[in-house]
């Protein structure tokens, strides 16, 4: 053998040992990393897979894998499995359930009113085949969303008849379209508000086709104001709740009640979806009210005070309602079944987290928190019981507060607590980091604890 055989033996000798040999102890631990097909035939990581699908499971297998590959982990068969069950999510879903502790009872960035247990079982009900299209007597064509539209009309029962579209907005813009398209809305200055993200009520009606009349001031605006300005291209008067802001001081703005007798349908905007008077929120419009007075037709979202999904809601007179429901436009904006169960649900069903939070004690929830510093203090956190101050939020009531209790941290834990296994979204006030329990169910009390704990620790 020449000189070069010789070096090419040499170093693949070498090259021999640093794959098996004693100089290679970290490459034997790679190669005993267990085979993706045998981590999958860990009986968890199957279920995991019915659950989430085979692709999310084998991803988090990879990343497991690598994990033992670089020591990070023992590279026991167990152990991967553990490590990759740990990186799957809890659904297929990207969205994560989090835990509203910021005192801001329908928090838009949260998805504003939480479902009952009433309306997620519904839900879950009606995400196989149901009969939301079919009369099972007859075996023919039915009234979409039948019982859905009963319990609504059985809810508001000055309503004529009722239909409901996938959002707020979306109920006023069926309206404008149907009513008021090439012809004008008579509308108050005071009341051209913005909706939320940069959306503003001027522009919503103005698609539709509509020309927005405006009268009075930001401040005043009386009946005679509407009076005048009525003419034959006139399609309604608008009157819209200001549910996200407040006007005080040298104020005036006439009453649907004023305004139904004007000649033209009058249509109402209430905003936050009360279906009847709330004794907490006496300032805050609700539907039967308004139709008594005389509205036309009502407007307002499901998933605010109402508490249910997201949903736009019209009540009124029934011929005008009807009109509505039979317009192209209608199609288009209709909710699907998921949705309509779970306001049925909601309807008829128990009361509403959303209508729970408003009614909770304050002594109640003061207990809670002393209860909940209690046993985080004697754990080593830093942790105050103080007094809060919730509020409905989702454009209702505006300025009006709410008596509740509070955990109190130092500031870096919002971070913390927003990223954790167990999200959790509290406010920064003075400097500190408030958890409000006037949101937080009391059987979330152990889960909000752990959190916190968790990010004591981290």
């Known amino acids: 053998m020449d000189a070069r055989g010789t070096a090419r033996q040499t170093r693949t000798h070498r090259s021999r040992q640093s794959v098996s040999g004693p100089a290679g102890p970290d490459t034997d631990a790679r190669r005993r990393v267990p085979r993706t097909d045998v981590l999958l035939r860990d009986p968890r990581l199957a279920e995991a897979a019915a659950r989430l699908g ?13 994990g033992a590959r670089t020591g990070r982990i023992p590279p026991e068969p167990e152990a991967v499995a553990d490590e990759a069950l740990a990186l799957l999510p809890d659904t297929a879903c990207g969205l994560r359930a989090v835990i509203n502790a910021t005192g801001v009872l329908l928090h838009t960035n949260l998805g504003r009113a939480p479902l009952s247990a009433a309306a997620r079982r519904a839900v879950a009900e009606a995400a196989g085949p149901t009969d939301v299209e079919l009369d099972l007597a007859t075996g ?3 009234r979409r969303g039948r019982t859905a539209l009963r319990a609504l009309q059985d809810r508001v029962p000055d309503a004529g008849a009722v239909h409901v579209v996938n959002n707020g907005a979306a109920a006023l813009v069926l309206a404008a379209t149907a009513l008021a398209a090439g012809r004008e809305i008579v509308i108050s200055r005071g009341e051209m508000v913005e909706i939320g993200d940069g959306f503003r009520l001027p522009d919503l009606l103005a698609a539709t086709g509509a020309r927005l009349r405006e009268v009075g ?4 605006t009386t009946a005679e104001d509407y009076a005048a300005a009525i003419g034959p291209d006139t399609g309604f008067v608008l009157k819209v709740h200001p549910s996200n802001f407040r006007i005080t001081g040298f104020t005036r703005a006439a009453g649907v009640d004023q305004l139904a007798g004007l000649g033209v349908p009058v249509v109402v905007d209430i905003g936050s979806g009360l279906p009847a008077p709330h004794p ?9 009210t308004q139709l008594r007075a005389g509205a036309s037709l009502v407007t307002a979202s499901g998933d605010k005070l109402l508490g249910g999904p997201q949903c736009g809601l019209l009540l009124g007179e029934a011929g005008l309602v009807r009109t509505l429901a039979r317009h192209p436009l209608a199609r288009a904006l209709r909710v699907d079944k998921l949705t309509l169960a779970a306001l049925e649900a909601t309807l008829t069903g128990p009361p509403t987290p959303t209508a729970e939070a408003l009614t909770a004690d304050p002594a109640a ?22 007094e809060s101050a919730a509020t409905v939020g989702g454009g209702g009531a505006p300025g009006v507060t709410l ?4 955990l109190s941290l130092p500031e870096p834990f919002a971070a913390a607590l927003r990223t954790g296994r167990i999200p959790v979204v509290g406010r920064l006030e003075g400097g500190r980091c408030l958890l409000d329990l006037r949101a937080v169910p009391a059987q979330d009390d152990v889960r909000l604890a752990e959190a916190v704990r968790a990010a004591a620790g981290g």
């Open 140 to 142: 023919v064509r039915a």
């Open 54 to 66: 085979a692709s999310a499971v084998k991803a988090a297998v990879r990343r497991a894998q690598e």
């Open 280 to 288: 907490l929120l006496p300032g805050e419009p609700d539907a039967a």
């Open 217 to 220: 001031t930001t401040n005043r």
């Open 365 to 386: 929830l003061r207990t809670r928190v002393d209860r909940l510093a209690a046993s985080l203090g004697a754990d080593g956190v830093d942790v105050r019981a103080v």
């Open 403 to 406: 008596p509740s209790a509070a």
